[in-house]
Each structure stands twice: as C-alpha cells, then as structure tokens.
C-alpha cells in the first residue's frame, strides 16, 4: 500500500473521507490489497514532468465484500484533484478487465475534479479505455458506482454506464458542465447542489439509484446490495437462512390491503412486504417516478426481482420515467438470471401532450421489450387494475410471463367501465331518462368483460387465487421454474431497443 496517510486530513477538511478509507470501509477488515501503486504519468507539459502524482491519483485493487471477492478502485481528490489522465483511465480500465476474467464486481468510487487537461488527448484516451471496459463488463460483472465527490464532464457516462450509482447527501456532484459554464452559455446562476446534487439524481434525473445521508451508510448499503445479487454472470445465489417469515401475520395482512373502492389509492409496497421475506425488501430508485415499485427481495431467502405498480403515486399509471424505471431493472434482473416477481395494478399509459411530447409511446415500448426479451422465471400477480395497453405490458402471459395469477376483484380490460360506456353508449349517458340503462350497461360490463374470469377461461390466467395464498402460490412457482431453460431465439446479433 503506498503511503497516504499525509493527505488524510485534506479530506477531512471537507466533511470527506479518504479514497483508502473509502476502501477499508467497503471492504472487509484486512482483505484489500493494492495493485499498481507505482504507476505514474509521462505527461512532460505544462510542467508536469516535474509532478510526482502518487499511484497517478487512483487507487486500484482487490478485496472481500461479505466474504466474497470484489475489485475496487477510488480515486483520491487529494492527489492532482483525482484528475484523469492516460495512467489513470488505464489502470481503472485493467482492473475492469481483471474483474471480468476474475469473475467478481467492480465497485468504483468517484471523486475527481475530471480530466487531467495538462494530458490533451492523451486525458480522453484515458476515458475512452475505461468507457470501453464497462460496457465490455455490462451483463458479465455487476459494475456499482459511488459518487463520492464531483464527477463532471466526460467523467459522468462511466458510472452512467454502470448498473447502480449511490449518492450521498451534500457531498454528490455530477454534471455535463457545472456552474460557472451554465453562468457563462445560458447565465443563470444555479449552485452544484441544485444543478446535480444527490436529491436531484435520486429523484428527478433518475440517474441515482440509491441517495444516502452520510458516506458510511453508504457503504453498508453497498455492502447490502451486494448481498442480494449474483457477482457474475452465472453465479447461482444461495438460500440465505437469516430471512423469516410470519405466515399467519402476513396472510391476515394482506387481505385487508385493498380498498373498498377501485379508485382509492394503496401503497404496493404493503402487498410485497406480505409476500416475500421479512425486512427483505431492498428498494432501488426509490425516490424516483414513486408510480412504479423495483428492488430486490429474498422468498424463502432466494433473491428475486420485484416490480409493481404502485397505486399510492398517482394511480400507478405508467409514464415516461416509471417505463424507464421498470425496464431498465428488468433487463438488469435477466442479464444476471434473477427471477422477476411482478405485481400489477396499472390504469394504463398516462394520457395527454405533456407525455406524448416526452415519448411516452417510445418510453412505454421499452417496457414491452425488456419483459418480452427476459427469459427469466416470471410470475405476475394481478392485484386490481390491469387495462388496456399497460395490461399486456407489465409482464402478461402474452409477453412470456410463466405464470399469471389473479385476485378475484382483479379487473382486466381495454379500459375501465365509466371510459367503455362513455364510447359505447355516449348518447345515453347524456340522457338523464336512460340512467338506468347506463347503470345496468355498466354492472354487465363489470361481469361480463372486467372480470378474470373471462382471462381465465382463456387461459390467459394461471389461476384466480386469494390475497391469503399470493406468498405460497408465487414460491411454489417459482420452485417449478428454478430449472427453466431459454427457449431458442431466432437467429440475429442481438435487437434494437426502443432507446
């Protein structure tokens, strides 16, 4: 390990760790060791010949996280501002490398002020190499990001390439171009904070998976994660015993959940925690687009997948960000195998300009795609709405769900009883005289065209099951579908996701 000791309190100073005490605090106690210690740039201009930039501002190594190998590098702001030059880009790129052969994630912590513009080229080179090895590693080794400090300009698309970024409260910046360059080209004055500050990632942008409050409790959330997912492609994740369950607390739970009235708003996450392991649930994005519900979860301790919508933000309707949100996990879920437990309650597609300006259908196309494209076990539970376009998207039995289960209150439909009658009987509705007909047109819609009966019999439903039985039904499946194999694709290089 080199010597770093003398630069500790420079961090400190501002509130910071250390790059090495960032490691030693992911890490487990005494596992990590350093590699490329005595790497140093060869940069002769602007004065640097005479810099002597220690491990060239990065430091790069391996370690054990919970007992598993992990590789880690941090750069270290105290060091030439944990500027990126050639050395540096391409030591954080080996390691990269290392880790795909190796077979273990790679966890990077990012603090530094960009690239080392004394390099020119030589700096984007840098990146260019490191940006080259992550998307090398996407689908092989789960690559996690940790903003520790700034990351501006080019710096952003590596951890934007990676599979999860944390952010911490007050210390997080990241940025095309900060401040002053939006004072100069656009003048207005915006601080860091507000411009890509932690809470604005987490819950706007959508680029912060997780926002912490300090940075240890950011790397015990690290360490949580890494609990929950495979550490490569192929890895077969254990049982964990610790997680429990209360049958009979969750079961008299989860029945009384649902509203009186379909349109009454309900958190889902109340529905999950009655179904998997207790305090299993392990929500990612959580501040953002609160519409849709993603995270991982243990059922008798085996990870899973879980997305649902979620009626306690507006309505659980799908937008823009929820579809990014929900197939961007999807997808993440497949690469690595981890079953997808789905739990649908969905009015449909937002309407109006505003969505269809951002692309609402090129954002909602993604979601079609992703649970069409998964070959993962997926089981669906259908807890109250499913209509119309959104109805098929979140993951039905025709986008290759394997099992589909529905409460008997669940509504399946093109859309909702009032919107059906305001079509098919539109005269009749403005007519006070027929508001018995309209009446009896809307209780026959409800029996005959809402009801999962009707899916059912058309086998479009696995089965109508009780709240009660929603946690037993979805491991006996999952159970089944532990052997699943991918059926054969036709044959292509790969597709072209609605981006």
Same mark, same amino acid.
């Given at each position: 390990?080199?010597?770093?000791?003398?630069?500790?309190?420079?961090?400190?100073a501002?509130?910071?760790?250390h790059?090495?005490?960032?490691?030693n605090?992911l890490c487990?106690?005494n596992?990590f060791?350093e590699i490329?210690?005595a790497?140093?740039?060869?940069c002769?201009s602007?004065?640097?010949e005479?810099?002597?930039? %220690?491990?060239?501002?990065?430091i790069?190594?391996f370690?054990?996280?919970?007992?598993?190998?992990?590789? *880690?590098?941090?750069?270290d702001?105290?060091?030439?501002g944990g500027s990126?030059?050639?050395v540096h880009?391409?030591?954080?790129?080996?390691?990269?490398?290392?880790a $795909?052969?190796?077979?273990?994630?790679?966890i990077?912590?990012?603090?530094?002020?960009?690239?080392?513009?004394? =390099?020119?080229v030589?700096a984007?080179c840098?990146?260019?190499d490191l940006?080259?090895?992550n998307v090398?590693a +996407?689908?092989?080794?789960?690559?996690?990001?940790?903003?520790a400090?700034?990351?501006?300009?080019g710096?952003?698309y590596s951890p934007?390439?990676?599979?999860?970024?944390?952010?911490?409260d007050?210390?997080?910046? !990241?940025? $095309?171009?900060g401040?002053?360059v939006?004072?100069?080209? !656009?003048?207005?004055d915006i601080s860091?904070?507000?411009l890509?500050?932690?809470?604005?990632?987490?819950?706007? +942008?959508?680029?912060?998976?997780?926002?912490?409050?300090?940075e240890? =409790?950011?790397y015990e959330q690290v360490r949580?994660?890494?609990?929950?997912?495979?550490?490569y492609?192929?890895?077969?994740?254990l049982?964990?015993?610790?997680?429990?369950f209360?049958?009979?607390?969750?079961e008299?739970?989860?029945?009384?959940i &649902?509203?009186e009235?379909?349109?009454?708003?309900y958190?889902?996450k109340?529905?999950?925690?009655c179904?998997v392991?207790?305090d299993?649930?392990?929500?990612v994005m959580?501040?953002?687009a %609160?519409?849709?519900?993603?995270?991982?979860?243990?059922?008798?301790?085996?990870?899973?997948?879980i997305?649902?919508?979620?009626?306690?933000g507006?309505?659980?309707v799908?937008?823009c960000? +929820? +579809?990014?949100?929900?197939?961007r996990f999807?997808?993440?879920c497949?690469?690595?195998? *981890? %079953?997808?437990?789905n739990?649908?309650?969905?009015?449909?597609? $937002?309407?109006?300009p505003n969505e269809e300006?951002?692309?609402i259908?090129?954002?909602?196309?993604k979601i079609i795609?992703a649970?069409s494209e998964?070959?993962v076990?997926k089981?669906?539970v259908i807890?109250r709405k499913?209509?119309g376009g959104a109805?098929?998207? !979140?993951?039905?039995?025709h986008l290759?769900?394997d099992?589909?289960y529905?409460?008997?209150k669940a509504?399946i439909? *093109?859309?909702g009883?009032?919107g059906?009658?305001?079509?098919?009987?539109?005269?009749e509705?403005?007519?006070?005289?027929?508001?018995?007909?309209v009446a009896q047109?809307?209780?026959?819609?409800?029996?005959?065209?809402?009801t999962?009966?009707?899916?059912?019999q058309r086998?479009?439903?696995?089965?109508i099951?009780?709240?009660?039985e929603t946690r037993?039904r *979805?491991a006996?499946s &999952?159970?089944? &579908?532990a052997?699943?194999?991918?059926?054969?694709?036709?044959?292509?290089?790969h597709?072209?996701?609605?981006l």
């Open positions: 390990m080199a010597n770093v000791t003398y630069n500790i309190e420079k961090q400190h501002k509130g910071k760790l790059a090495i005490e960032r490691i605090a487990d106690k596992t060791y490329y210690s790497a140093r740039h060869n002769t602007f004065g640097m005479k810099k002597d930039i %220690p491990y060239d501002g990065v790069t190594g370690g054990k996280i919970n007992g598993k190998k992990v590789a *880690v590098y941090a750069q702001f105290t060091v030439q990126l030059g050639k880009g391409q030591k954080i790129a080996e390691l990269i490398k290392m $795909i052969e190796a077979r273990c994630p790679v990077g912590v990012n603090d530094s002020g960009g690239a080392r513009i004394q =390099e020119g030589d984007l840098g990146y260019g940006f080259y090895q090398r +996407s689908g092989t080794v789960p690559q996690i990001s940790i903003i400090g700034p990351c501006a300009g710096a952003v934007g390439i990676t599979d999860f970024i944390f952010a911490v007050k210390i997080s910046q !990241m940025f $095309i171009t401040p002053k939006v004072k100069a080209v !656009m003048f207005q860091a904070e507000d890509g500050g932690a809470s604005i990632h987490s819950s706007k +942008s959508g680029v912060a998976h997780f926002r912490c409050e300090s240890n =409790e950011c949580k994660l890494l609990d929950y997912i495979p550490h492609y192929g890895e077969e994740l049982a964990n015993p610790k997680f429990k209360d049958q009979h607390k969750a008299k739970k989860i029945g009384t &649902l509203p009235r379909s349109a009454q708003p958190n889902m109340d529905v999950i925690d179904v392991d207790e299993s649930f392990f929500e959580k501040e953002f %609160p519409n849709a519900v993603v995270g991982f979860a243990k059922i008798e301790g085996r990870s899973v997948g997305v649902g919508n979620n009626p306690a507006i309505g659980g799908l937008d960000d +929820s +579809s990014d949100k929900i197939a999807v997808r993440y497949d690469s690595f195998n *981890v %079953p997808l437990v739990f649908v309650d969905v009015p449909g597609f $937002i309407p109006g300006q951002k692309g259908i090129r954002h909602g196309a795609y649970y998964a070959t076990p089981v669906t807890t499913a209509y109805y098929i998207a !979140m993951c039905s039995k290759g769900a099992f589909v529905a409460w008997p509504e439909a *093109v859309m009883a009032e059906a009658l305001e079509i098919l009987y539109a005269k509705m403005k007519d006070p005289a027929q508001a018995q007909l047109k809307s209780q026959e819609y409800r029996e005959t065209i809402m999962p009966t009707i899916a059912a086998d479009y439903i696995s089965e099951i009780q709240p009660e037993e *979805v006996r &999952l159970e089944f &579908l052997e699943k194999k991918q059926n054969t694709a036709p044959a292509k290089k597709g072209n996701i609605p």
